[in-house]
């Protein structure tokens, strides 16, 4: 499992596996957030299966399917409100990471400076530099 830092209780992760809950619970996760679609994986890693595992485990388990062209406003705000009401940290995990990046990035542009989602994502292993002016299109300071 490769997991990486973007804020202090949001992480990211490309795929995990059934066998890694117990792991995520004891680190202190309270939330995993599948950003990766069923048509994506083999049936040992579809949505039902690590919903299964995570219950189990404790684990609060959410099922946010994305693509680049299914990143919409709705979808964008259900990840930010997931992780603005979790307890502890969050995990979001699809193929490497990059998607629920993107998604943390475009659901915080309204309210949190371009250069800070940048660079939190930037320390994480992500770059989203290509997103500096969609992130600066959407910023609007108080």
Not at 27 to 33: L, Y
Not at 75 to 89: M, N, P, T, V, W
Not at 105 to 121: K, V
Request: charged fraction near 20%.
């Amino acid at each position: 499992m490769e997991i990486r830092q973007i804020t202090s209780r949001y992480y990211v992760s490309p795929q995990i596996d059934p066998s890694n809950m117990d792991a995520l619970s004891n680190a202190g996760f309270t939330v995993v957030i599948n950003n990766r679609p069923d048509y994506e994986i083999g049936p040992e890693l579809k949505s039902s299966l690590m919903e299964r595992a995570a219950t189990q485990t404790g684990l609060h388990f959410i099922a946010n399917s994305l693509t680049m062209d299914t990143m919409t406003p709705d979808r964008l705000i259900l990840q930010r409100q997931i992780l603005e009401d979790a307890e502890g940290k969050v995990l979001a995990y699809c193929r490497s990471g990059t998607r629920s990046t993107i998604c943390w990035a475009l659901g915080h542009a309204h309210d949190t400076p371009p250069s800070d989602l940048i660079g939190a994502a930037m320390k994480g292993g992500y770059d989203i530099k290509s997103l500096a002016l969609t992130l600066e299109n959407t910023f609007q300071p108080i």
